[in-house]
């Protein structure tokens, strides 16, 4: 989960999103539609108007004793990528779908009634959309995991090459509308890098795609870390600007009110030391994006990782900071206590 630096962009007409609708096949031409809800109703999602929901990020494939740390609300399972060049669906390209293992993983991970929201893609290993021929056969494989996690959420977590990938941009935009059509209660999210300045062209080309094939979008999850050498500043500052600058896109792209943008926004914020120099999350950081989330009405925040929500041992290097700890002060599951807060 890494972001990279670009430019915004809006101009996007009309996305399918929470109670604002376009007409099917409408290719982003809106159709009239009542006026939209200010507040969230209880979903699968775990969002709901009592409040911004926690839905952290967590290893599919390796417990944490950290990972209930929050009491998360949603649990977002990652990843879900190709098997090489195959369009075959494996946790993290190398486990099997039916793998006993993982299994038993989200049964405990939902045995106190959260949800998991299965994510596909990621910074490493290539999404399915770059591996599978058709949209049927792509739909199909989203449907398998989907099915093997017992999930009717869906998350697209698109960096790197695969946001600037015009053909499977759009291949994925088709397989999700199908699928969508065969699942009428699947929700979508889009995990999107950000800058200060707002979602960069890429993403919001990746929306209008979405929006073109007349896919369901319920949230656009942006993910406020990794900024660039440029950005020397506060990184508490740095999310809740970005999140203000892809507000006024989302505005632009849903077509509907300041609540019910806000509402269709997730945030996740990578903990501690990030992948770029000098940039560090901390947790006077966590508790004013928590804050910020709430005031606004966001609908859920997010960390990556679980995993990483502790202090580093003695002996650990830089880059166990990136892979297993913070490389900050703290205690134990304090990220998650602040982002739940």
């Known amino acids: ?17 929470l109670a604002t609708g376009c007409s099917a096949g409408s290719g982003g031409t809106a159709d009239p539609a009542p006026a939209p809800k200010e507040t969230g109703t209880p979903s699968a999602s775990g969002t709901s108007s009592a409040g911004t929901a926690y839905a952290p990020y967590v290893s599919v494939t390796e417990a944490s004793d950290l990972d209930s740390a929050g009491s998360p609300a949603t649990y977002n399972l990652a990843f879900v990528i190709a098997d090489g060049s195959d369009c075959t669906p494996k946790w993290n390209g190398t486990n099997t779908l039916s793998d006993s293992a993982v299994k038993s993983r ?27 021929d058709s949209a049927s ?17 869906a998350d697209f977590d698109i960096e790197g090459d695969e946001l600037t990938d015009s053909d499977s941009v759009d291949l994925r935009s088709q397989a999700i509308a199908l699928l969508q059509q065969e699942r009428g209660d699947l929700e979508v999210s889009f995990t999107l890098p950000v800058m200060p300045s707002g979602l960069d062209d890429a993403g919001v080309a990746l929306l209008e795609s979405a929006n073109q094939h007349d896919v369901q979008v319920s949230t656009v999850n942006i993910m406020t870390m990794n900024y660039g050498e440029s950005y020397t500043g506060d990184m508490g500052d740095y999310a809740l600007t ?27 914020s990578m903990l501690g030391v990030n992948d770029i120099d000098g940039e560090t999350f901390s947790l006077d950081d966590a508790a004013q994006v928590r804050e910020f989330a709430e005031e606004k009405g966001i609908g859920w925040v997010s960390m990556w ?30 990220f998650a206590e602040a982002f739940s807060a």
């Open 137 to 153: 056969e792509l739909a199909e494989a989203y449907g398998k995991a989907l099915d093997a996690a017992g999930s009717a959420q």
């Open 1 to 17: 989960m890494h972001t990279y630096s670009g430019k915004s962009a809006t101009g996007l007409v009309c996305l399918l999103v």
């Open 242 to 268: 970005s999140a203000k600058a892809a507000h006024s896109q989302l505005k632009e792209i849903f077509g509907t009110s300041d609540a019910t943008a806000w509402k269709a926004m997730a945030l996740t």
């Open 305 to 334: 990782a679980s995993f990483r929500d502790q202090p580093c041992g003695d002996d650990s290097s830089s880059d166990d900071a990136l892979t297993n700890c913070s490389g900050v002060d703290q205690e134990a599951g304090a």
């Open 106 to 132: 989200i049964a405990e991970l939902t045995q106190g009634g959260a949800t998991v929201r299965v994510s596909f893609g990621g910074a490493s290993g290539k999404e399915l959309a770059a591996s599978c």
